[in-house]
């Protein structure tokens, strides 16, 4: 079992820069990938950025050149700095874990706000 927790989100304005860390807890030896999706009212969740264990990024094409995922392995926390933010960023944060060896196993944080307001 693998525990996530974030924090860092918040309201912010428009050009503005948030945080947002999620540091997990729990069998996190096991864990491969980490990564934060984001979900606006109405809409699915969407992937936003995603890195390995090993330090290989990912990054939607809204994420790209305004965000940078970043992991600390020795305190299994993944980080994602938020950089020109756009009203259209806001959304609830879910930080993302996926772990296990034979059979994969994704673990989901609760959420974190972000507000960017025009």
């Known amino acids: 079992q693998v525990q996530l927790v974030e924090s860092g989100g918040g309201l912010v304005q428009t050009g503005g820069s948030l945080r947002l860390s999620c540091a997990a807890s729990?069998?996190?030896?096991?864990?491969?990938?980490m990564g934060w999706f984001r979900q606006a009212p109405g809409k699915q969740r969407e992937l936003v950025a995603t890195i390995t264990r090993g330090g290989i990024t990912n990054y939607s094409d809204s994420a790209k050149g305004r965000f940078t995922i970043s992991r600390d392995n020795a305190k299994n926390t993944v980080y994602l700095q938020m950089n020109s933010l756009k009203p259209e960023d806001t959304a609830v944060y879910y930080c993302?874990?996926?772990?296990?060896?034979?059979?994969?196993?994704?673990?989901w944080g609760q959420g974190t706000q972000v507000t960017v307001s025009s």
């Open positions: 729990g069998s996190t030896f096991s864990i491969s990938v």
């Open positions: 993302n874990a996926n772990a296990g060896r034979t059979v994969v196993v994704s673990y």
